[in-house]
T-cell receptor, first 114, second 116 residues
Framework: DGGITQSPKYLFRKEGQNVTLSCEQN?????MYWYRQDPGQGLRLIYYSQIVNDFQKGDIAEGYSVSREKKESFPLTVTSAQKNPTAFYLC?????????????FGSGTRLTVV | AQSVTQLGSHVSVSEGALVLLRCNYSSSVPPYLFWYVQYPNQGLQLLLKYTTGATLVKGINGFEAEFKKSETSFHLTKPSAHMSDAAEYFC??????????????FGSGTQLTVLP
């Protein structure tokens, strides 16, 4: 079955370390997204990519970086510059074009700073 | 620009009672509207969506929503709550045009508690 796979499900990071969250989709979707979720704050967009080798900053991009070298993959790196990285991170994808299609979400990665 | 407001961050209902989760949107163009559900430590799952045509939209798990343009609302309802409906629900809006306006804009979510 097609879908989005996020790994790992749980991740622990020490202060000052960079960590990379994986997101892979086999839906042949053009667009991919990264969201951060904190209690009571809904979903906040970190980065998005509408096509391979291109991506744009979302609302809270500071302290994060991404790459989109393959259509299937959109990894997110949480750098040491991100002062409060503990959160639940969600990856999503959607087809390109003008269709009224929502997003397909992965199951999330919970990052905790220790 | 488009935005979504979900009234009530927490809603509690008794098992068997009506579920009503409120969503109002702001959009300069006819929107596409979505409701998603999220269970603890999981991703979001699409419940239903409105594109064009019939304003009453039926989704999975017995949920439905009605698009009311005059009220700029897209409230989610279910006639009889079940314990398994306890989750967080997100309303989202997406514009039909290109570029950033085609991204989904999410509301802040409503946590539904179902009491036995």
């Amino acid at each position: 079955d097609g879908g989005i796979t996020q790994s790992p499900k749980y991740l622990f990071r020490k202060e000052g370390q960079n960590v990379t969250l994986s997101c892979e989709q086999n839906l042949n979707h053009d667009a991919m997204y990264w969201y951060r979720q904190d209690p009571g704050q809904g979903l906040r967009l970190i980065y998005y990519s509408q096509i391979v080798n291109d991506f744009q900053k979302g609302d809270i991009a500071e302290g994060y970086s991404v790459s989109r070298e393959k259509k299937e993959s959109f990894p997110l790196t949480v750098t040491s510059a991100q002062k409060n990285p503990t959160a639940f991170y969600l990856c999503a994808s959607s087809p390109g074009g003008q269709g009224a299609v929502g997003y397909t979400f992965g199951s999330g990665t919970r990052l905790t700073v220790v | 620009a488009q935005s979504v407001t979900q009234l009530g961050s927490h809603v509690s209902v008794s098992e068997g009672a009506l579920v009503l989760l409120r969503c109002n949107y702001s959009s300069s163009v006819p929107p596409y509207l979505f409701w998603y559900v999220q269970y603890p430590n999981q991703g979001l799952q699409l419940l239903l969506k409105y594109t064009t045509g019939a304003t009453l939209v039926k989704g999975i798990n017995g949920f439905e929503a009605e698009f009311k343009k005059s009220e700029t609302s897209f409230h989610l309802t279910k006639p009889s709550a079940h314990m398994s409906d306890a989750a967080e629900y997100f309303c989202a809006v997406r514009g039909p045009s290109s570029g950033s306006a085609r991204q989904l804009t999410f509301g802040s979510g409503t946590q539904l508690t179902v009491l036995p």
